[in-house]
């Protein structure tokens, strides 16, 4: 099975890496001017707004966005306003515009999948023109750099979510990028890495390791399967609306998150995530029916997923689900979006994007190896 997430390993624990400089905390110290840790990107957002928005204010957001972004919005009284994407994934900039009013106060690019969100450097012109403070939301691929930057970076404030990239309980960084937004930020009390190691770590690092049992033992993991998809609690943080789940949020970053952080190294997870990519784009690249999301790997860039847009997502996801691969539909999108015609283009990709997994935990040549039945 090639899970879509990595898993916690005895060995990634037990690992301790030599010289500290090599570490992902020192990396982001090296790239970022000004940071801070918090348990989930959404909470590191609102934290960022906080303090240089007022409530009563508006937010453009690309509609092709999971639920739960806008919540820390709604919190600080700020309302969101979706603006509608390209099939490239680039803002339609007539819709973005024409949302925009005088109580504008921000717009949200999105790193797409580990890539800089094309449009990007218009987005980042037009904000600077109308005194927008620009947010560079890179939640989905901590160490991706374009053209030498790292994303999260290249807005006035930014996120990033480092459980996308690790096997890690939680964790994010809220980046203060501009001066107007380090000046004015004040962390609250969930920002920061707990002291102790909590129950959830445990709960975290054992389901990891049962996982890893199970992963070994193709009939318990059936049985174990079947138990919990009767009590219908496969996988509680997915569970809830979109409040539920920002609430359940609101927790200062784990200390086992940070352990793995500091002993995590940057260029390694960044080269079997580039091998992983250009693996799947080699097995799946050449099939009529899907159509990959980049068909170019940039330098610097660390990818999240390889996504490809299906002609028959379920019937893709069947056959990936028969090969033992982890692949899955995104995002979930918001209910505004999903009723309103005006987003059809981001409802029709959140049908037919696929994104499949090239974390560094899979073992090299796993992918190849399924070249003969998926290659068409
Ligand atoms: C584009 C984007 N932005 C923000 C977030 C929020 O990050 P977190 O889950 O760390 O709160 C997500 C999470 O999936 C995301 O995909």
């Not at 409530?55 to 820390?72: K, S």
């Not at 790997?297 to 996801?317: E, K, N, S, T, W």
């Not at 028969?322 to 283009?345: N, Q």
């Amino acid at each position: 099975m090639i899970d879509d997430v990595p898993s916690l390993t005895v060995e990634a624990l037990s690992r301790r890496r030599h010289g500290r400089a090599a570490g992902l905390d020192s990396f982001f110290d090296r790239h970022a001017r000004a940071f801070a840790y918090y348990g989930s990107g959404k909470v590191a957002l609102r934290d960022g707004l906080a303090g240089v928005l007022e409530p009563g204010g508006n937010v453009l957001l690309p509609a092709y966005l999971p639920d739960g972004v806008v919540e820390p919005l709604y919190e600080l009284g700020l309302e969101p306003r979706y603006y509608a994407v390209q099939p490239t994934l680039a803002p339609d900039f007539a819709d973005l515009e024409r949302r925009a009013d005088d109580d504008t106060g921000a717009v949200v690019s999105v790193d797409y999948f580990g890539f800089p969100q094309p449009g990007l450097e218009e987005v980042a012109a037009i904000a600077a023109d109308r005194g927008w403070y620009h947010v560079d939301d890179n939640a989905h691929a901590p160490i991706s750099r374009f053209e030498g930057r790292l994303l999260g970076t290249l807005g006035d404030l930014g996120i990033t979510s480092l459980w996308k990239l690790l096997p890690v309980p939680n964790g994010a960084i809220l980046y203060l990028t501009g001066d107007d937004v380090h000046a004015g930020y004040e962390p609250s009390d969930l920002a920061g890495v707990r002291d102790g190691i909590g129950p959830a770590d445990c709960r975290f690092v054992l389901k990891s390791f049962v996982g890893d049992v199970l992963e070994s033992n193709a009939m318990l993991r059936r049985s174990v399967e079947a138990i919990l998809s009767e009590r219908g609690d496969g996988d509680a943080p997915a569970v809830g609306g979109p409040k539920a789940r920002y609430e359940r949020s609101k927790v200062r970053m784990s200390k086992l998150s940070m352990r793995i952080v500091e002993d995590s190294d940057p260029e390694k997870i960044r080269t079997a995530r580039r091998a992983n990519y250009r693996a799947w784009l080699d097995v799946l690249g050449e099939r009529a029916d899907l159509e990959p999301v980049y068909d170019s790997l940039p330098r610097g860039i660390c990818p999240q997923a390889f996504p490809v847009r299906a002609a028959r997502p379920d019937a893709f996801l069947t056959e990936l689900e028969t090969a033992g691969v982890g692949g899955h539909t995104w995002p979930r999108l918001s209910d505004e979006v999903l009723e309103d015609p005006e987003y059809e283009t981001a409802t029709r990709l959140s049908r037919e994007i696929v994104t499949l997994p090239v974390h560094q935990e899979i073992e090299p040549g796993r992918i190849a190896a399924l070249g003969d039945r998926l290659r068409r």
